[in-house]
Each structure stands twice: as C-alpha cells, then as structure tokens.
C-alpha cells in the first residue's frame, strides 16, 4: 500500500444533555476545520513501523498501541506498514487528535486487508470512539457543521452512566444535521502553551462530580441550538450563529469546562469579541479557544489583539487563522516510480 491519509480536526461547541431525566445523554454540535490537520504517509515496510520527523511531537508507541488494538479486533496481525507522521493535530488542545488517528489507521489496515468495515459508523467501533460525542467521527467521515442527538440512558440503556468519549463504548449519537460551512467563515484559533485539556482519569472525574445538570438549565442549551445555532448555520447567518456560540459558554456543561479555565479563558473569549468576533468559545475541555468572523482583514485584527494580550501575560502560545472543511477525510493513492540505480521503490504523489 502506498497512500496518503489528510483528516480534518474539529471544534466542539458543547454537550446538549447534561441530566438524562428524558431518557438520553450527550449530544453536541461542532465543526470540521482544515488546520490543524493530521497527515500521514503510508508505504510497506518490513514490519508495522511509525517515523514521527522532527517538528512532529506524536508519540510512536500510542500510535503503534492503536493499530494493534484494530488488529486485534479484526483477527489480524499488525501489517508491515511504514508509516510517517508529515503533519499531526495537537494532542489535548481541543481538536480530537486521537479520533482522527485512530479513524485514519483503521481505514488504512481495513483496505490493506480489504475487509468491510459498515462505514464511518464501523470504523468508529473498531477504534471505540465517538461514546460521548460523535462531531470527531463524522468530521473524519464528511467534515461541515455537525449536530447529534446522544445516546439513551439508563438501566439497560447505550449509557448508565456519564462518561467522556474516551471511557465509553458507546457507539456514536445519531446524527441529526451536517451542512456545509460558508467558505468564507473563518476561524481565529488560540491555544495558551501552559495548559491543556482534561483528558484520562480527570475528565471521568469532571464528568461524573458534574452531573446531572438541572434540568432548566438543559432547557436553555437546548432552546439556543435549536432557536440560534441550527437556524444560524442554514440560513448563513454568521450573527445569529455567533451570538448562540457566546450564549453556549455562558449556560450547561461547557460553563462549566470554561470556568475551570478562569480567568484566561473568559478573557480571551472577551478580546476576541471586542476586536470584532461574531462569536467566540473554548473548544471542548480547551485550552484552545475559537473566534468566528467571516474576513481575512477582521481575523487578522482578531488574531494580534488576543496574541497581543497572551504576550503581555508572558503567556507562550500558538496562533493562526483555520478555514472550515466540508469534506472530511481523504486518502490518495501514491504512484511508485522504479529507478534502475535504487531497487527501493519510492512514493510520489499524483498530480
């Protein structure tokens, strides 16, 4: 085999359903952007082996850790891939990083081995991703804005109890929308170097000390997506759009989630908004936050004026400007070219 693997990564606006007294849990709304992005080169080796270059920070181990359990799930030995890290998604900064690898490496060893793997909704069961959220999986799967509908809780239910993605095994929520991101939204992307994102033991933690909401609380979540931000994204509507995505920060489980980052978080979410953002927020547990305009001058002035108040704080950070992806994934197939004097055949992508 010799491919490459481009995935998307995504935002996550929020959790909808943080009390379950209805029956079901979770659901969440979020979208795909191209940057940041993983890149992964694959070509056949001698044995199933990761080159992560310099400039990359992935770590050989967790990826060879992934493939082995979708081996292992398939009934199949670990296949003699050489696989190159060219371009990966920060981990624990808000982007899914892991669901977009672990979905890249099992549809590459699933082609590999040329076994049917029921769409994206498979692959998400071969790699256990998507239990709390599935905006990752269907980012990988066709990219856009994405709303899903949770999993039934309760004795017996998909869920009994409130666990992130990483610790459940749920398969992913039912997808309600995907629909196109307007290509001239933008969106002005901020992670503070001296922080991230709950992940592991204290994000099941968080979870379960959180929960449940009360109830009034769920109804304002669910009223500002259904009356703000479903209506915003179909009819183009970045202001409407925006101004559901500053109401989301303020109310259900995503307070919660910017409150532990006080008071930087709320900060930066503020100078975003007076610089001229239609509306901003914390992408999942963060530390990564998001504006939303829809000019490449006003991103600008947004990115220098919270890059300006980071850099006053002595805060390290990255900065950068991300336009949306309304295609998820996509793999391209590598020609090989044979040279007299090499007997090592050499990939080159197709023109």
């Known amino acids: 085999m010799y491919m490459r693997i481009t995935t998307p990564s995504r935002l996550h606006f929020g959790l909808i359903d943080f009390n ?26 001698r ?42 998604i920060p981990a624990h900064a808000g982007f899914g990083s892991k669901t977009q690898m672990s979905l890249a490496l099992a549809y590459a060893i699933c082609k590999e081995y040329d076994m049917p793997y029921n769409g994206i909704e498979g692959l998400a069961r071969l790699v256990e991703r998507g239990g709390t959220s599935g905006i990752g999986v269907r ?27 990483s610790a459940s095994k749920a398969k992913p929520g ?8 307007p290509e001239d939204w933008r969106f002005v992307l901020v992670t503070p170097l001296n ?8 994000e099941v933690d968080i979870f379960q000390s959180s929960f449940p909401l009360n ?11 259904l009356m703000q931000l479903v209506p915003g994204i179909l009819e183009k509507d970045i202001e409407t759009f925006g101004s559901a995505l500053n109401r989301m920060q303020e109310i259900g489980f995503k307070n919660i989630e910017v ?59 990255q900065c950068w400007i991300a336009e949306p992806n309304n295609h998820g994934m996509w793999a391209k197939k590598l020609t090989v070219e044979r040279h007299v004097a090499s007997p090592i055949p050499v990939p080159e992508e197709l023109t």
């Open 174 to 181: 039912p997808q309600v929308l995907r629909c196109d991101i």
């Open 20 to 45: 379950g007294n209805l029956g079901r849990i979770d659901g969440g709304a979020g979208v795909a952007i191209n940057n940041p992005r993983n890149v992964i080169s694959i070509k056949p080796g």
């Open 47 to 88: 044995k199933f082996l990761v080159n992560c270059p310099n400039g990359t920070s992935s770590d050989p181990a967790s990826i060879v850790k992934i493939a082995r359990g979708i081996c292992d799930k398939l009934g199949k030995p670990l296949p003699d891939f050489e696989v190159t890290v060219e371009e990966e």
């Open 139 to 165: 980012a990988f799967d066709k990219g856009g804005f994405i709303l899903d509908c949770g999993h039934s809780f309760g004795e017996g239910k998909e869920k009994s109890s409130c666990l992130p993605s």
């Open 259 to 317: 409150q532990m980052k006080s008071p930087l978080v709320p900060n930066m979410l503020s100078i975003m908004n007076h610089a001229g953002s239609y509306g901003s927020g914390m992408s999942s547990f963060g530390p990564t936050v998001y504006g939303l305009t829809n000019s490449n001058k006003k991103a600008q002035e947004i990115q220098n004026a919270v890059s300006d108040y980071l850099c006053d704080m002595d805060i390290k950070h």
């Open 215 to 225: 109830e009034d609380e769920i109804g304002r979540v669910c009223r500002v997506v």
């Open 195 to 202: 922080d991230e994102g709950s992940h592991g033991q204290s």
